[in-house]
């Protein structure tokens, strides 16, 4: 066991002798509230695929490994919960992301976030946690939405000598156009992403090879976009060297299959494969980088414009700086390839920057800044560039309650005129831990 993972089981320790409330020696799902406040610029679209699985699963372990007892206010026996309710209003000056003809609303939110886990024997856990609300239009009514946070899933994993075993099922609908940087014109946009899949995991001390599965299904809530459904079968295999405490660097490969339910786009496979590497490079910095190759092949079975076969590289940087007990940085970017939804390839480079300032013990900063480029490939041929700023303001009332305010600038500007929007939004809300 690592230091890290004593100083673990010592807070899972502290927290059985405080509630009751039995803890494992390894692992839970780390449970995470995202108020609406903090949505407002987009989050990183979808990721190329194979990478994607990787991500994700790294991500789980993480989790498992940094639990946090403590996020769980609520005892049954040996079972953990934690109850968040939420309200806001967000004003809007565009809500149909539109240049010809933007609408401006007034957009009422209600939400409930839930986390429970579930420690099944010493080696044994399951967990779930969802976000879900709802989105009232003043004006707009057509555009009423239910949405579900992304970090809503359903997981198990079990532990055996050497290995991990992980089981999940991640879940999310979208509540707004911002986070689908190639569509425009339309505020009635929603999909729903259901990942079924397993990851595994084999330590050999110094040495750990990861495998990963995930079977995705993308379905659109409106009829609008409904010729971009589609269904994924995404796989990843991983061999990393430990070089020390907090430094690991290998080499991932992967792949996948998309078919669209309907013969609009055109279907494809891809591969990939690249270097990966991650590093505590002081005691304040940690950075992680991964890239390398990746290639689509199309099949021509959809009306939209063929595609030749596109490869190129893929890259993904991060690196975090906390300077202080007071502020903290992060700057990542990089370049994805992912499936269409009005195209058949999206072609997309990133660079996004978060300041996060605490002010004091009662009040949060956030200070965000965007800018992508894309480039649509067969159906929707065009190019375009996004970039947004913002800021959100946390004030924490009482030991459960925290309001939040929020600015947001969004601009898409394309080589499609028609294409291209800009928009203002400034929301309010609360949210309160039972």
Not at 122 to 128: D, H, N
Not at 133 to 140: F, R
Not at 166 to 195: A, C, K, W, Y
Not at 308 to 325: E, K, P, T
Request: proline share 3%; glycine share 8%; with cysteine.
């Amino acid at each position: 066991m690592t230091n890290r993972q004593k100083s673990v089981w010592r807070r899972g320790n502290s927290f059985v002798r405080q509630t009751g409330l039995r803890i494992p020696r390894l692992g839970a799902i780390f449970w995470l509230s995202i108020p609406s406040a903090q949505l407002l610029l987009p989050v990183t679209v979808r990721c190329q695929d194979a990478i994607r699985v990787s991500q994700a699963n790294q991500a789980a372990a993480a989790q498992a490994r940094a639990v946090d007892p403590s996020l769980y206010n609520v005892a049954i026996g040996p079972v953990g919960l934690r109850f968040q309710g939420q309200a806001g209003t967000e004003l809007n000056d565009n809500v149909t992301y539109s240049k010809a003809n933007p609408q401006e609303d007034l957009i009422f939110r209600a939400g409930l976030n839930t986390a429970v886990y579930w420690p099944v024997t010493e080696k044994q856990t399951l967990s779930f946690s969802v976000g879900i609300g709802y989105l009232k239009y003043l004006k707009t009514t057509q555009l009423d939405r239910l949405y579900i946070t992304p970090d809503s899933a359903l997981a198990f994993q079990m532990y055996a000598g050497d290995f991990t075993f992980d089981v999940h099922n991640r879940f999310t609908i979208n509540e707004s156009v911002t986070q689908s940087p190639s569509v425009s014109g339309t505020g009635d946009f929603s999909q729903l992403r259901n990942s079924l899949g397993t990851g595994v995991d084999w330590n050999l001390n110094k040495l750990i090879f990861s495998f990963g599965y995930d079977h995705e299904i993308v379905a659109s809530t409106s009829g609008t976009f409904k010729y971009a459904d589609l269904t994924s079968e995404l796989f990843i295999l991983r061999g990393g060297l430990q070089l020390n405490e907090s430094t690991q660097a290998g080499l991932e490969a992967g792949g996948g299959l998309t078919s669209y339910d309907q013969q609009v786009l055109n279907d494809s496979t891809h591969f990939i494969v690249g270097p990966f590497y991650q590093a505590q490079i002081t005691e304040y910095i940690s950075g992680k980088v991964s890239g390398g190759f990746v290639k689509y092949s199309f099949t021509r079975n959809g009306t939209a414009a063929d595609l030749d076969d596109v490869s190129g590289f893929y890259a993904d940087v991060s690196l975090s700086h906390r300077l202080n007990q007071y502020f903290t940085q992060t700057l990542s970017g990089g370049r994805q390839f992912q499936p269409g939804i009005t195209a058949n390839l999206l072609d997309l480079y990133s660079v996004r920057y978060l300041a996060n300032w605490n002010v004091s013990e009662n009040v949060t900063l956030f200070t965000p800044l965007f800018y992508e480029q894309g480039k649509q490939l067969g159906g929707v041929v065009e190019k375009f560039d996004r970039y947004g700023t913002g800021l959100s303001a946390g004030y924490k009332l009482t030991p459960k309650l925290m309001a939040r305010v929020a600015y947001d600038f969004l601009v898409r500007i394309s080589d499609v005129r028609s294409r291209e929007y800009t928009q203002n939004r400034l929301a309010f809300d609360v949210t309160y831990t039972y």
